[in-house]
Every structure is written in structure tokens, then in C-alpha cells.
């Protein structure tokens, strides 16, 4: 049974960093896309980040480049989200997903994911 978990959610101070962990299970190999999704309080799900399967980049929405910083230690089968600088609006539960495919459109992205986590709330107020 494939399993995604996040951890490292919570409450943080605007300005303040945080790391959303996810560890993977029941794949049977390390050859799929994995990424983290979004979603705000009455927003749409936002696709923030995703690593390749075929060559390990990683892609990042415009509206998170240069505070959201993703990596994936194999070994570990762990993904995590670094999240810099925080403010209110990244707010919300995100997802760890997998098994996405990868489209182009005046820049890379990760869509249509096959497993998700249960999602992990991140609230940011002062």
C-alpha cells in the first residue's frame, strides 16, 4: 500500500521558516514525480513544488520561487518543503503527492497525482 505522511506542520510568526517533512511507503521504486500541493482557506489547490523522476529537477509555482525550497533524500524516502520567510497567505494544509506527470507551459509543472498525504495544516499569524 503506497502511504505519503507529512509532519512539521503548525503555528509560525510571519517572517519565521519552517519544514514540512514527507515520508514515502509501498513504492516499489524510487522512479516517480513528488511534490507538495496547497491549499488556502476558500483558494483552489496550488501546486507549489515537484521533483522529477527522470532527472531530479525540481520546479517550483511562481508565486512561491525564492522562499520554498524542496528536496528528497532517497534513502530516507523523504520529500521536504523548506518554507522561508513565511506571511499569512501560506497559510492552508498541504498535500505531499506522488505519481504526477510533468507538463510545459511557458515553464515546467507537476499535475494529475495519482497518491496523496493526508495533508498537514501550516498556519502563519502573529
Known amino acids: 500500500e503506497v502511504q505519503l505522511v507529512e509532519s512539521g506542520g503548525g503555528l509560525v510568526q510571519p517572517g519565521g521558516s519552517l519544514r514540512l517533512s514527507c515520508v514515502a511507503s509501498g513504492f516499489t521504486d524510487d522512479d516517480y514525480p513528488i511534490g507538495w500541493i496547497r491549499q488556502a482557506p476558500g483558494k483552489e489547490r496550488e501546486g507549489v513544488s515537484c521533483i522529477t523522476d527522470t532527472d531530479g529537477a525540481t520546479y517550483y509555482a511562481d508565486s512561491v520561487k525564492g522562499r520554498f525550497t524542496m528536496s528528497r533524500d532517497l534513502g530516507k524516502k523523504t520529500v521536504y518543503l523548506r518554507i522561508d520567510d513565511l506571511k499569512p497567505e501560506d497559510t492552508g494544509v498541504y498535500y505531499c503527492?506522488?505519481?504526477?506527470?510533468?507538463?510545459?507551459?511557458?515553464?515546467?509543472?507537476?499535475?494529475?497525482?495519482?497518491?496523496w498525504g493526508q495533508g498537514i495544516q501550516v498556519n502563519v499569524s502573529s
Open positions: 503527492v506522488a505519481e504526477g506527470l510533468i507538463y510545459y507551459n511557458r515553464g515546467y509543472y507537476c499535475d494529475d497525482w495519482h497518491s
